[in-house]
């Protein structure tokens, strides 16, 4: 699974996928949840009236933190900026329902599985916003800046260091990466080591680099160079006019754009805060919003002009515990026998401690649910229920904690470490909306509940990339943290807790994790049965040790007005809907 937006269609089993009712729109699908509060959603809309030639809409992302504005798919962390790139780029190989990779993009592709390669075509009509061809050379180019040693973002991962010479080349024994051929302008050949099944699923890295553009630049200067911040570079269906740092983005048509010339003339993308953006829905002020605030959306519901599509969230919070530290030097997690939260009982007990279902119920009005397993339910075929992890039983947690020689020898309340030492817990939890303070106070007291010396971090909820920030460079006033994951369409959880993932910020280790993640790419796993029981075994795992532990699954609401025509939760190519084909009916007043 990799920290991204890739669109995710699978739904666990209790969900049905209905054949369209004919209404004033044209349902794509309709998702029957059996869950509280949810009866049904849309995932997609399309207008009985005609898109009008041109037009305009706002686009909102809602958010209490700016946007970070690393708006180049090959740096970016934060998927607030995530949702800008997928606006004016896109990757160039197009996804089915199923978020497998089809032949309809703007590239196609073919898999020599005796040879161990992949072929990349591009098509011919594919240009960059400024009227250069989009080549092989591009393609190839984005591999190398992600494999040159000075690269410092979080893409270079196992899926990338199965590439032939990537590993030689990454660590500066070679200039070059043997395992890429460039054959002419438009098409190029990887050799892999091997073919895993991540790679066929969804691991080839489908995002061309501007070479002409980025060239002029050294690697580790890229991400903060004016064409990722000030003037990013695309080929997707709209261009970037104007970048106000943090707060919006203008946008206006590609008329190249090799789907077809889009539908609206201009787009404007902006932020949000949680707590106005029903405000902003019912003034007109924006058309669309990425998500709508669960807890806002029971008594917002029928506002007029509006529909609501929805889809089963493919992110997940949890809670994670500091553990180690990123190495720099070796490019991987290194734990510290001596970690505060290394005693697994203490991490277990705090699971123990907390009760998920209610807290979904009381901040969410139940549209977020207890979460069980790291491999949420958008991997049906993966997502093991039979798994029986903690549920909140208080009673369990303190023995845990007397069995672990947590035991309060002072008398004031709170327990001390086994060695008889105070034991004071930082915990930091993002602020945001009306939920955010509510829900880290009801950790930091369910937590003291059981006798364990729990305060916010710096005494108050963090800015969201403050927070990150800090979990990247492994903040030691930080002991246990809230955040949230969007997985990808891969089941791998390689990228986000693997020993050489930078997204891992636990820190987590363990050989027999390595073992698990490893047999999960390996040739026996193109047998779905046995991919499927090592990945029961994986989340089996991570359960007992507890490095870190899933909090909510959750919908994605998404609002729409009425005026909006073709507009989907996931574009892709079976809802037939692709975002240069989004108008308006109706110009705004």
């Known amino acids: 699974m990799k920290k991204t937006h890739i669109a995710i269609l699978f739904l666990f089993s209790s969900?049905?996928?209905?054949?369209?009712?004919?209404?004033?729109?044209?349902?794509?699908?309709?998702?029957?949840?059996?869950?509280?509060?949810?009866?049904?959603?849309?995932?997609?809309?399309?207008?009985?009236?005609?898109?009008?030639?041109?037009?305009?809409?706002?686009?909102?992302?809602?958010?209490?933190?700016?946007?970070?504005?690393?708006?180049?798919?090959?740096?970016?962390?934060?998927?607030r900026d995530r949702d800008i790139i997928d606006w004016f780029d896109e990757p160039l190989l197009a996804l089915d329902a199923n978020d497998t990779y089809t032949q309809d993009g703007a590239a196609n592709y073919d898999v020599d599985h005796d040879d161990q390669s992949i072929t990349l075509t591009i098509r011919d009509d594919v240009n960059w916003h400024d009227g250069n061809p989009v080549t092989a050379e591009d393609w190839a180019y984005a591999y190398e800046v992600i494999g040159h040693p000075d690269y410092e973002g979080p893409r270079y991962g196992a899926d990338m260091r199965m590439i032939e010479g990537m590993e030689a080349y990454h660590s500066g024994e070679s200039e070059e990466i043997s395992g890429i051929t460039i054959h002419d302008e438009k098409s190029l050949t990887i050799q892999y080591e091997r073919l895993t099944p991540s790679l066929l699923a969804n691991g080839i890295w489908p995002y061309a680099l501007p070479k002409h553009v980025f060239e002029a630049y050294e690697v580790s200067e890229m991400a903060s160079s004016e064409e990722v911040r000030q003037s990013p570079i695309g080929m997707g269906p709209f261009k970037v006019e104007r970048v106000v740092p943090g707060e919006s983005v203008l946008l206006t048509k590609n008329e190249d754009y090799w789907r077809g010339e889009p539908n609206l003339d201009q787009v404007t993308i902006k932020v949000i805060g949680t707590q106005v953006a029903t405000e902003h829905l019912r003034s007109g002020e924006v058309d669309i919003l990425n998500q709508f605030p669960t807890d806002q959306y029971v008594e917002n519901q029928d506002l007029e002009n509006i529909t609501f599509l929805g889809d089963?969230?493919?992110?997940?919070?949890?809670?994670?515990?500091?553990?180690?530290?990123?190495?720099?030097?070796?490019?991987?997690?290194?734990?510290?026998?001596?970690?505060?939260?290394?005693?697994?009982?203490?991490?277990?007990?705090?699971?123990?401690?907390?009760?998920?279902?209610?807290?979904?119920?009381?901040?969410?009005?139940?549209?977020?649910?207890?979460?069980?397993?790291?491999?949420?339910?958008?991997?049906?075929?993966?997502?093991?229920?039979?798994?029986?992890?903690?549920?909140?039983?208080?009673?369990?947690?303190?023995?845990?904690?007397?069995?672990?020689?947590?035991?309060?020898?002072?008398?004031?309340?709170?327990?001390?470490?086994?060695?008889?030492?105070?034991?004071?817990?930082?915990?930091?939890?993002?602020?945001?909306?009306?939920?955010?303070?509510?829900?880290?106070?009801?950790?930091?007291?369910?937590?003291?509940?059981?006798?364990?010396?729990v305060e916010l971090a710096g005494g108050q909820l963090m800015d969201n990339n403050v927070l990150f920030d800090r979990l990247e460079n492994d903040d030691p006033d930080i002991d246990v943290y809230v955040s949230a994951w969007a997985v990808g369409t891969d089941v791998n959880p390689e990228p986000l807790y693997g020993r050489y993932a930078p997204f891992n910020y636990s820190r987590y280790t363990s050989e027999r994790q390595d073992e698990l993640l490893e047999k999960g790419l390996s040739e026996e796993a193109f047998d779905m049965e046995y991919r499927q029981e090592v990945y029961s075994e994986w989340q089996a795992y991570m359960a007992e040790q507890v490095p870190v532990f899933p909090m909510h699954y959750r919908m994605q609401i998404v609002p729409v007005h009425d005026r909006v025509s073709n507009y989907a939760v996931h574009f892709n190519e079976d809802t037939g809907i692709h975002r240069y084909q989004l108008g308006v009916t109706e110009e705004t007043d």
């Not at 054949?19 to 699908?29: G, I, M």
């Open 15 to 79: 969900i049905l996928i209905l054949s369209a009712c004919d209404q004033s729109t044209d349902e794509v699908s309709n998702v029957s949840v059996e869950h509280d509060y949810i009866d049904g959603f849309n995932q997609a809309i399309i207008s009985d009236e005609p898109a009008l030639d041109g037009g305009e809409i706002t686009f909102g992302i809602v958010s209490d933190s700016p946007f970070q504005g690393v708006l180049n798919y090959n740096f970016y962390v934060n998927n």
């Open 312 to 453: 089963i969230d493919f992110t997940y919070t949890y809670i994670g515990f500091k553990l180690g530290e990123w190495d720099d030097e070796s490019g991987q997690n290194v734990m510290h026998e001596d970690a505060k939260m290394g005693d697994v009982k203490l991490r277990r007990a705090m699971w123990y401690a907390v009760d998920h279902d209610q807290l979904g119920e009381e901040l969410f009005d139940g549209l977020r649910w207890n979460a069980t397993t790291l491999v949420p339910p958008t991997h049906p075929d993966y997502h093991d229920e039979s798994i029986e992890t903690p549920t909140y039983d208080p009673e369990q947690a303190e023995d845990l904690l007397d069995e672990a020689g947590y035991v309060d020898v002072t008398g004031d309340g709170f327990r001390e470490d086994p060695d008889g030492e105070p034991l004071e817990i930082n915990f930091a939890s993002v602020a945001g909306g009306d939920t955010a303070l509510p829900m880290a106070q009801y950790y930091v007291q369910s937590w003291q509940d059981i006798g364990l010396n």
